[in-house]
T-cell receptor
Framework: AQSVTQPDIHITVSEGASLELRCNYS??????LFWYVQSPGQGLQLLLK??????LVQGIKGFEAEFKRSQSSFNLRKPSVHWSDAAEYFC??????????FGAGTTVTVRA | DAGVIQSPRHEVTEMGQEVTLRCKPI?????LFWYRQTMMRGLELLIY????????DSGMPEDRFSAKMPNASFSTLKIQPSEPRDSAVYFC???????????FGPGTRLTVT
């Protein structure tokens, strides 16, 4: 069965600083990987996805993620965070069927 | 595109009452998912429909929960009778195809007192 671990429950970062959120997955074959963001009171919005090809994936809002098969990781990065990036971020792993397994989420706080 | 539409956005009800949550998926999507989000359990898949047919309902907590998808543009999730432990945010999501990205609605925050 597939699973996702997000080791950091909460991260605080200064506005303008870089951000990296960790995601480790467990899956026997090549996974489909996703990062979603959830602002308070909102649904989940897709930031980026990896299905195959280039292991460095660009997403919306200036985010990128890198798939590293050897480390079973799909970490999310942003070079310079904005106050509007404060939200909860979810990593998810999928396969050829319909099921997505979500991590527990990482809450990002941005301080001025 | 209006995205996935859910109603109501908030629902407060008393224990024992029937609750019906509604979802309109994105036009053209043929897969629909119902999720429940709680602090304790995170995001849980309740049921998955493909082409209006329930494919996997193994995540439905118990017989008090039921879901229907009478056509490609509408789905309901019903809880009868509701209990306080059902309090959560319920999300509907849709996708085109089974392994594609899922688009989430804004959710329904359910409070059962």
């Amino acid at each position: 069965a597939q699973s996702v671990t997000q080791p950091d429950i909460h991260i605080t970062v200064s506005e303008g600083a870089s951000l990296e959120l960790r995601c480790n997955y467990s899956y026997g074959a090549t996974p489909y990987l996703f990062w979603y963001v959830q602002s308070p009171g909102q649904g989940l919005q897709l930031l980026l996805k990896y299905f195959s090809g280039d292991t460095l994936v660009q997403g919306i809002k200036g985010f990128e993620a890198e798939f590293k098969r050897s480390q079973s990781s799909f970490n999310l990065r942003k070079p310079s965070v904005h106050w509007s990036d404060a939200a909860e971020y979810f990593c998810a792993v999928g396969s050829n069927d319909y099921k997505l397994s979500f991590g527990a989420g990482t809450t990002v706080t941005v301080r001025a | 595109d209006a995205g996935v539409i859910q109603s109501p956005r908030h629902e407060v009800t008393e224990m024992g009452q029937e609750v019906t949550l509604r979802c309109k998926p994105i036009s053209g999507h043929n897969s629909l998912f119902w999720y429940r989000q709680t602090m304790m359990r995170g995001l849980e898949l309740l049921i998955y429909f493909n082409n209006n047919v329930p494919i996997d309902d193994s995540g439905m907590p118990e017989d008090r929960f039921s879901a229907k998808m009478p056509n490609a543009s509408f789905s309901t999730l019903k809880i009868q009778p509701s209990e306080p432990r059902d309090s959560a945010v319920y999300f509907c999501a849709s996708s085109y195809g089974t392994a594609d990205e899922q688009y989430f609605g804004p959710g329904t925050r359910l409070t059962v007192t």
